[in-house]
């Protein structure tokens, strides 16, 4: 194979394929893929169930890191070969309207892995524009989980005044998958002194890996708070109805709820909402959170590592996910294209 790939040619159906060799266009640089790692959209498209525009065959993968090894020359000002880069998901145009308020919602947006082809291919082209340098350290692979850390940064830290930030005193955070363990790391790293903050979820194998982090006022639970508990900022990121729901039973008056999971319809308790004075903000999309999550994998390293469960490699990725796709025993799996 000249440019081995993992494709997902249907629900149900992956398959390690060969893809052409990307041609580098105006502005491009080639990168040599090391790790991808999984995210629960892939997953989604694997079973058939992801619910946002999609597209099938698709060279799966938008949470990656690798290697430059090509430069077109209106790119090679800023970019050299042997640089180790990530990328944004959200293939923004830089130049629409909606670009200048929020690149996630680029009037020509494509999604990296999801609508256009991704990362899990060991040789690929990307716009220079979607490009951001991660450091030259001796495991780079927590430099794959650069994408779901943006998520949380620009959900939460980007999105809420320091001075909102400084005045939490309590904040939970619904589900510690991916986004929910990374906006957790996020949260640590902005540095609220004092503040506790709970993080909720079902599978205790995912609160285990929390708490062996052994950070100071961090609390894991297994079962959602008691509505005696009252939280001035809660993140949602477990993605289903009933976390909104417990999300607006257990916000504090005039505290935020921040849903960084949950896109499908759910009936609300608008009453309380009023009553509580409580802001609501959903945030869809990790551009605008690159740089500052680069810096907080750098800073926390050993964190964001021990969210890495499980790596595969390329070879083992059809078997894996045929026989051994275990969400709740694997918080990230990385594809090792390496």
Not at 99 to 117: E, S
Request: hydrophobic content about 40%; glycine content about 8%.
């Amino acid at each position: 194979m000249n440019n081995p790939c993992l494709r997902i040619l249907s629900p149900g159906n992956v398959r390690v394929d060969d893809a052409p060799m990307p041609e580098l266009a105006e502005g491009e640089v080639g990168v040599r893929v090391h790790y991808v790692a999984l995210c629960g959209s892939d997953i989604k498209l694997f079973r058939g169930t992801y619910k946002a525009p999609h597209s099938y065959p698709i060279i799966m993968g938008h949470e990656w890191i690798g290697q430059i090894e090509d430069v077109s020359p209106s790119a090679a000002s800023n970019w050299k070969v042997g640089d180790y880069v990530t990328g944004e998901c959200s293939l923004f145009c830089g130049k629409c309207a909606q670009c200048a308020i929020d690149k996630n919602y680029c009037l020509q947006i494509q999604k990296r892995g999801i609508t256009r082809d991704g990362a899990c291919a060991q040789h690929i082209a990307i716009h220079s524009r979607h490009l951001h340098r991660c450091p030259n350290i001796p495991d780079i692979k927590p430099y794959a989980l650069t994408e779901p850390m943006s998520v949380g940064v620009h959900g939460v830290v980007n999105r809420l005044s320091h001075s909102k930030l400084g005045s939490v005193r309590r904040a939970l955070i619904i589900g510690a998958g991916g986004i929910g363990i990374s906006t957790l790391i996020s949260l640590f790293d902005f540095g609220i002194p004092g503040v506790e903050i709970v993080i909720v979820d079902p599978i205790q194998a995912k609160t285990r890996l929390v708490s062996s982090f052994n950070l100071e006022n961090v609390r894991t639970t297994s079962e959602m708070p008691s509505e005696a508990d009252s939280f001035d900022l809660i993140v949602e990121a477990a993605g289903n109805a009933f976390a909104l729901q417990q999300a607006i039973a257990l916000a504090a008056p005039c505290g935020t709820i921040v849903s960084l999971g949950h896109q499908l319809q759910v009936e609300l308790d608008c009453g309380a909402l009023v009553k509580k004075s409580l802001s609501l903000l959903g945030s869809l999309g990790s551009a605008g959170g690159f740089e500052r999550a680069v810096k907080i994998i750098h800073a926390h390293t050993a964190l964001v590592a021990a969210m890495i469960t499980r790596t595969v490699p390329l070879s083992g990725a059809e078997a894996f996910f045929q026989h051994d796709l275990d969400c709740e025993k694997n918080i990230k799996t990385l594809i090792d294209l390496s």
